[in-house]
């Protein structure tokens, strides 16, 4: 499966911004998927996670309550709607495919990445 990232871009302390993935080449509903991001100098880390219905989601404790993953099946997307931004939520965000969705919280789970995209959050 491939996928494109798109939706990053500048936004101030306690803006929003709407990341989207957009999927081809496989069936989409047969992969659970997950958002991860990387700040500079650091490690890339989970951020959020949705089974192949959308029926179970999970989130990192830093952006619980804040961000919400959702998914549409039939336009093979998958959003990431992140609301009170904060400058620590600046890095560069990717989106990732797997077929298993038992440790969605680990980069090995996942088989396919897009390509990344940079969310500044200013102060």
């Known amino acids: 499966v491939q996928l494109q990232a798109s939706g990053g871009g500048l936004a101030q302390a306690g803006g929003s911004l709407r990341l989207s993935c957009a999927a081809s080449?496989?069936?989409?509903?047969?992969?659970?998927m997950g958002w991860f991001r990387q700040a500079p100098g650091k490690e890339r880390e989970f951020v959020a996670a949705?089974?192949?219905?959308?029926?179970?989601?999970y989130y990192a404790d830093s952006v619980k309550g804040r961000f919400t993953i959702s998914r549409d099946n039939a336009k093979n997307t998958v959003d990431l709607q992140m609301n009170s931004l904060k400058p620590e939520d600046t890095a560069v965000y990717y989106c990732?495919?797997?077929?298993?969705?038992?440790?969605?919280?680990?980069?090995?789970?996942?088989?396919?990445w897009g390509q990344g995209t940079l969310v500044t959050v200013s102060s």
């Open positions: 949705i089974s192949r219905s959308g029926g179970s989601t």
């Open positions: 990732a495919a797997a077929f298993t969705f038992s440790s969605y919280y680990m980069r090995s789970n996942y088989g396919y």
């Open positions: 080449g496989r069936t989409f509903s047969n992969y659970a």
